[in-house]
């Protein structure tokens, strides 16, 4: 059935906004676009004026269109819609120019979490008289406590078949800021969203309630430890004058580089068309870069800890929970702060204000240096030649649940472009009986984790996150090569016994492309461009180095449920051909997700990946074994990978860096 636009946007010509500004192809939706949608869909006799909407992002156009856009072309606008609207959930796709709806039919799972769902969830669980008895049994009544609302998994259970499961276990209420610091241990509700109801209350006994409040303002710091550190100079980052980036609409244009920006409800933020100059030659290296998966399973087998294996991103959203950043906490001062369109249950537009920082630094470092001892002499000392280092940082912060995840995408003069995630936040903590370590229930209740402070272990735990990098380096035509580092062989006559060579392989198909990095088997990855030369004749590429973020688990992830929807932390390395639809490795739908649509299942069709628009998948992560420095709140741990050019500039791209006057 067509619909039309309202008149609010009908006179708007193909990927105008109600702004007036037309929109790149990859820009995200518009506060206007967004209401335009929700109107679309609600002309629908099927929609009704209730209907809630977990879903509405942008449907990128086919790749060819959007490499074929220029400024001022008209182009294809349309949105990707997941919507509830009485018993029936739908997927469709909504053409912001015509006004039709297509593609209209039953979800193909469960779509993701609802922020009405989390207080519904609560609501459920205090109002029932199960789970009111059990509170009572504790001292504690309803209004006493504040819950938290959990993904449940998926664990192929009979009982799983039909709801819509989270779990819910509780904290007493705070009396600082720290929400965490009493959970109510060994009480859970298991809600079934769909039927809206409590199916079970878990009761496996009174445990302790900490009586510490366990406050990180500065303020409960002061009062807890007696004094603050003295007031210091403070170090800080500034910059003089105007920054040297620009922002037009989604574009941002700095040194030699120039990308654009969206904010999606999953992944957070996106960004595209990621080209360099090589000397007035504007050149491609990525079509995109964004989040894919987050995947950060707990490793305690207690009734209320085995199923608490979150997929952040896919069940609950990086974009929807981004959190306004701090100037000078978060981003420097001088930092540009821009805001993100999101929107919420019933389809209205929100904005969420300093969502993302772009900023330049300098900190000390230098791009390139040399000191030439040859030039040197007594009647005059030369001095090192070299440029400082700046760099363009785009930063964002989500916060699910407990954890802060910072999220940086970093660009240098040298042509590198480093992609970084910091965790920070708070642990989750398990109430237990044990003050000591040298008390009789510690060995035991310490099994899974680590006593922080008396009354709260933090259990043992994995952070995973997967990218999709969708690399054009030079154009569609890549392939993807492991350059080993080998024992060489010696030739007779040589006094050296060993050295080492490379050894380039260049996989073929999806299947061969997986890779584990091990430092006992050296290697460089990297994707490179066959059909062109440069400099004195190399296929240009860019290197993956994996730094500190490889982190392999013993999970299961072919008999484990949760691993298995998660299957791609086996392998640091994935690649596949381009399809559009496949952009995140955990699968469309993570909500109770079976794993049969993900990455490692998408491999085993072994497409061919030979000379083709090659996507590579990164999985980087880190194992969290708590400590008591984690408590009670954590350091930012920082995990990254650097994207190298290698062969892509006939000379350091840095040379032109100009001294400071």
């Not at 619909?3 to 007036?20: E, I, W």
């Not at 977990?54 to 086919?62: H, Q, R, T, W, Y």
């Not at 006559?493 to 380039?504: D, L, N, Q």
Request: net charge negative.
């Amino acid at each position: 059935m067509k619909r039309h636009l309202s008149t609010t946007c009908a006179a708007m010509a193909l990927t105008v906004l109600c702004g007036g500004a037309l929109a790149h192809p990859l820009d995200g939706l518009s506060k206007e676009e967004i209401a335009e949608v929700v109107t679309i869909m609600k002309s629908d006799d099927r929609i009704s004026d209730e209907a809630r909407f977990p879903l509405i992002e942008l449907k990128e156009p086919e790749k060819a269109e959007v490499l074929a856009w220029k400024e001022g072309d008209e182009g294809p606008r349309a949105a990707t819609v997941h919507v509830i609207s009485g018993d029936e959930t739908y997927k469709a796709e909504v053409d912001l120019v015509s006004g039709e709806i297509s593609d209209f039919g039953a979800i193909g799972g469960q779509h993701m979490v609802l922020l009405e769902e989390f207080i519904g969830a609560m609501d459920l669980a205090l109002s029932d008289e199960n789970f009111v008895a059990a509170l009572a049994k504790r001292d504690l009544e309803p209004g006493d406590v504040f819950c938290l609302p959990l993904t449940a998994g998926s664990f192929d259970m009979e009982a799983e078949a039909g709801q819509r499961l989270m779990k819910v276990p509780c904290y007493v209420n705070p009396t600082g800021s720290n929400f965490y610091a009493k959970p109510i241990e060994g009480l859970y509700a298991v809600v079934d969203l769909a039927g809206k109801s409590v199916v079970e209350v878990i009761d496996n006994g009174v445990v302790p309630v900490p009586q510490d409040a366990w406050g990180y303002m500065e303020e409960e710091v002061e009062a807890r430890t007696g004094a603050l550190r003295p007031e210091s100079n403070p170090a800080t980052l500034r910059q003089e004058g105007d920054p040297n980036f620009t922002i037009d609409g989604s574009m941002v244009n700095w040194d030699i580089w120039r990308f654009r920006w969206r904010v999606d409800k999953r992944p957070g933020v996106v960004l595209s068309n990621i080209e360099v100059n090589d000397r007035d030659d504007w050149r491609s290296v990525l079509y995109q870069a964004h989040l894919s998966e987050v995947f950060v399973p707990y490793m305690d087998p207690d009734e209320g800890w085995y199923w608490r294996t979150y997929m952040d991103s896919g069940e609950y959203g990086f974009g929807i929970f981004l959190s306004p950043l701090r100037a000078g906490v978060d981003c420097p001062s001088y930092a540009r702060f821009l805001p993100a369109t999101v929107h919420d249950d019933l389809g209205n537009p929100i904005e969420i204000p300093d969502a993302l920082c772009i900023f330049e630094r300098n900190i000390g470092d230098p791009v390139w240096r040399h000191y030439e001892i040859f030039a040197q002499s007594e009647e005059q000392s030369v001095p090192a030649e070299g440029r400082p280092a700046s760099e363009l940082v785009v930063r964002s912060a989500s916060q699910v649940g407990n954890y802060d995840y910072l999220i940086d995408y970093v660009f240098e003069q040298n042509g590198r472009i480093r992609v970084m995630v910091g965790a920070t936040g708070l642990d989750a903590v398990k109430g237990v009986a044990s003050t000591s370590m040298e008390d009789a229930t510690a060995e035991q209740e310490t099994r899974y984790g680590t006593l922080i402070v008396p009354n709260l272990v933090a259990p043992n735990h994995d952070h995973f996150f997967n990218f999709r990098l969708d690399f054009d380096i030079d154009g569609q035509d890549n392939v993807f090569m492991r350059t080993g580092l080998v024992k060489g062989d010696m030739p007779d006559g040589v006094p050296r016994r060993s050295m080492w060579v490379t050894e380039a392989k260049m996989p073929k198909t999806e299947m061969e492309a997986r890779y584990r990095v091990n430092p006992a088997t050296p290697a460089m990855y990297h994707i490179m461009n066959m059909g062109r030369k440069i400099g004195v004749g190399h296929a240009p590429g860019y290197m993956i180095l994996p730094q500190n973020s490889v982190a392999y688990s013993p999970l299961d992830t072919e008999n484990d449920p949760p691993a298995k929807r998660n299957a791609y932390i086996d392998y640091t390395f994935w690649n596949t051909p381009y399809v559009a639809s496949e952009r995140y490795a955990g699968g469309e739908y993570a909500f109770q997700s079976d794993g049969s649509d993900t990455l490692a299942e998408w491999v085993k069709q072994d497409r061919s990946i030979d000379n083709t628009d090659i996507v590579t998948w990164y999985t980087m992560g880190f194992h969290h074994v708590p400590q008591m420095e984690d408590w009670p709140v954590m350091s930012t741990m920082w995990k990254g990978i650097t994207l190298k050019p290698y062969n892509f500039f006939p000379h350091n791209p840095a040379l032109t860096v100009r001294l400071p006057k």
